[in-house]
């Protein structure tokens, strides 16, 4: 099993620029997540979803959006780049709650210039 | 709303000694789970131990170890034994049980640990 893909590895983006992160389980997780990583800090969730057409805003979700069409794709939408979007963003995945870790992803590192 | 502290930003040790990372918590939430996680310089973020608040036996797992006082809102990682590939950020995070169903799986980090092994 591939687990939690992330695409792309790196990105660089100019200021107003539009791009989507990509997440992708083969697990047949019910909940997905989008932490974003700013430098030496821990990681705050941006939005998560419990399922298929059900998303829902966590910590920091100003300047993103998301959607989830299906249970294995969970893509994260930046429409507008600012500077303060620079990050690494982290997608992770969980069958049931509280009994079993979240799986991540290998996170994409967002440059925004 | 839960917060978690992590109050060292960095630590170091000797190879083959113990360190001892520390973390706090609040939450109202009467039942939860605590987790270390270990960030590599690959980004990549692994579970080295998890605790569930309702069980007073501290986890084990290999040369890592907990240190769980719920009434203090205490939840302190030891590594024995430590070796090279220990260097790492250590991220302590908290999960509110799904008790009511709200929780949505929702974890919250510290600020993390960097870990530094001197050989």
């Known amino acids: 099993n591939a687990g939690v893909t992330q695409t792309p590895k790196f990105r660089i983006l100019k200021i107003g620029q539009s791009m989507t992160l990509q997440c992708a389980q083969d697990?047949?997780?019910?909940?997905m997540y989008w932490y974003r990583q700013d430098p030496g800090m821990g990681l705050k969730l941006i939005y998560y979803?419990?399922?298929?057409?059900?998303?829902d805003k966590g910590e920091v979700p100003n300047g993103y959006n998301v959607s989830r069409s299906t249970t294995e794709d969970f893509p994260l939408r930046l429409e507008l780049a600012a500077p303060s979007q620079t990050s690494v963003y982290f997608c992770?995945?969980?069958?049931?709650?509280?009994?079993?870790?979240?799986?991540f992803g290998d996170g994409t590192r967002l440059s925004i210039l | 709303a839960q917060t978690v502290t992590q109050s060292q930003p960095e630590m170091s040790v000797q190879e083959a000694e113990t360190v001892t990372l520390s973390c706090t918590y609040d939450?109202?939430?009467?039942?939860?789970?605590l987790f270390w996680y270990k960030q590599p310089p690959s980004r990549q973020m692994i579970l080295v131990i998890r605790?569930?608040?309702?069980?007073?036996q501290n986890a084990t797992e290999n040369r890592f170890s907990v240190n769980f006082q719920k009434a203090a809102k205490s939840f302190s990682l030891k590594i024995s034994d430590s070796q090279l590939g220990d260097a790492a950020m250590y991220f302590c995070?908290?999960?509110?049980?799904?008790?009511?169903?709200?929780?949505?799986?929702?974890?919250?980090f510290g600020q993390g640990t960097i870990l530094t092994v001197h050989p």
């Open positions: 992770a995945s969980v069958r049931m709650i509280g009994t079993q870790p979240q799986h």
């Open positions: 697990m047949n997780h019910n909940y």
């Open positions: 979803s419990v399922g298929a057409g059900i998303t």
């Open positions: 939450t109202s939430e009467s039942d939860y789970y």
């Open positions: 605790q569930e608040a309702y069980k007073q």
């Open positions: 995070a908290l999960l509110p049980s799904n008790a009511g169903g709200t929780s949505y799986g929702k974890l919250t």
